[in-house]
């Protein structure tokens, strides 16, 4: 019986995972690289925001805000129209670590897609789309 598909999955994120903390060792974060990068993007993003596109609830969300805050990459800003919102922004801090979080994030890639053809690689991709889109009208 071969592994199950999100067994595999999880086992290369974890190896991803891994290689780009090697690389990134010197920051004082250890986790939660990503995340980072979508409240760049999001300019202002809520952290329920954060949470539809991380896919995760609001409570992990919050953690990760808290560790990344606690930290000085991310200031929550209190909504000024709906007090019960907050809107995330990167730091200084962040903001000058990120090219290097890129870089390490392009350098993990290539690492794990070594040896394939550019048509292997897009093919990896489609397949990727077409597992995210079986799965995400899924109900159990």
């Not at 999001?42 to 949470?51: M, P, R, S």
């Amino acid at each position: 019986m071969q592994e199950p598909v999100g067994r595999r999955m999880a086992k290369i994120g974890q190896r991803l995972q891994a290689i780009l903390q090697g690389y990134l060792k010197n920051l004082d974060i250890n986790r939660s690289f990503y995340p980072l990068l979508l409240i760049e993007a999001g300019n202002g993003i809520t952290q329920q925001e954060l949470a539809y596109q991380l896919m995760c609830d609001k409570v992990q969300v919050v953690r990760i805000i808290d560790y990344l805050s606690s930290n000085g990459y991310v200031k929550r800003i209190q909504n000024q129209t709906d007090k019960r919102k907050y809107e995330l922004t990167i730091t200084e801090k962040a903001r000058l670590a990120l090219p290097e979080i890129k870089t390490a994030m392009i350098n993990t890639t290539s690492i794990a897609l070594n040896c394939l053809s550019e048509s292997q690689i897009n093919e990896l991709y489609n397949i990727l789309s077409i597992l995210e889109s079986n799965l995400l009208p899924h109900k159990s």
